[in-house]
């Protein structure tokens, strides 16, 4: 295998956890539009807030919007991380290029 095919099997590798993170997030989207977890109160164990607008939901529901949120917020982490990531790696790639080129 030639360092050509290693270099472009390296890249997919570094851009999966990219499509991967927007994925997660993209999709937990939709389950986090519920609102988000609020303290319990003496009426409702397990209440969503939505713009002002408390929802009294089952644990289930509550468990299921919490977990909705964490995967939203490691999903835009986790594609920020990566996309930073392969930029800096074709940032180095150039530079050695333009190196080479020069010598």
């Not at 529901?61 to 990566?82: N, S």
Request: aromatic share 10%; net charge positive; proline share 3%.
């Amino acid at each position: 295998m030639g360092h050509e095919a290693c270099r472009v099997r390296g890249l997919f590798g570094l851009e999966a956890p990219l499509i991967l993170g927007w994925l997660a997030g993209f999709t937990a989207f939709f389950w986090a539009r519920g609102g988000r977890l609020a303290a319990p109160t003496a009426t409702c164990r397990w209440p969503l807030v939505d713009h002002g607008l408390t929802t009294c939901v089952s644990h289930v529901t509550y468990l299921e919007a919490g977990g909705a949120l964490q995967r939203l917020v490691a999903g835009v982490l986790m594609g920020f991380f990566a996309m930073h990531l392969l930029l800096a790696l074709a940032q180095r790639g150039r530079r050695k290029r333009v190196q080479v080129d020069a010598d």
